[in-house]
């Protein structure tokens, strides 16, 4: 089992940069494959942005490449999500997730576990 908890969330203005983090917990972030998904307001939870497990392979949505970078720390446990030139249709609750499906995973049912969400709002 593991347990994850987002952080870094917030409200800014288009342009800015955001750096979320993710907290794993309950069993070692190594063996699974981490990803960050979002969902706007009145649309489908959508994919962002996976990583491998030792962090040599990663995917993104086309919508943010060159502008989002995810990255992992397995000795702390953690996942990142750094934004860059946000926009406001970035504007959306992400959710880091856990996938023991490996080298990588980008579909939502991949995914065993998931955190809570942390809300990220950018304004024009």
């Known amino acids: 089992q593991v347990q994850l908890v987002e952080s870094g969330g917030g409200l800014v203005q288009a342009g800015d940069s955001l750096r979320l983090s993710c907290a794993a917990s309950?069993?070692?972030?190594?063996?699974?494959?981490m990803g960050w998904f979002r969902q706007a307001p009145g649309k489908e939870r959508e994919f962002v942005a996976a990583?491998?497990?030792?962090?040599?392979?990663?995917n993104y949505t086309d919508s943010v490449k060159g502008r989002f970078t995810i990255s992992r720390d397995n000795v702390k446990n953690k996942v990142y999500l750094q934004m860059n030139s946000l926009k406001p249709e970035d504007t959306a609750d992400y959710y880091c997730?856990?996938?023991?499906?490996?080298?990588?995973?980008?579909?939502?049912?991949?995914?065993?576990?998931w955190g809570q969400g942390t809300q990220v709002t950018v304004t024009p």
């Open positions: 997730a856990a996938a023991n499906y490996h080298p990588i995973a980008i579909r939502e049912q991949d995914y065993d576990y």
């Open positions: 309950g069993r070692i972030l190594i063996v699974y494959v």
């Open positions: 990583i491998s497990s030792n962090g040599d392979l990663t």
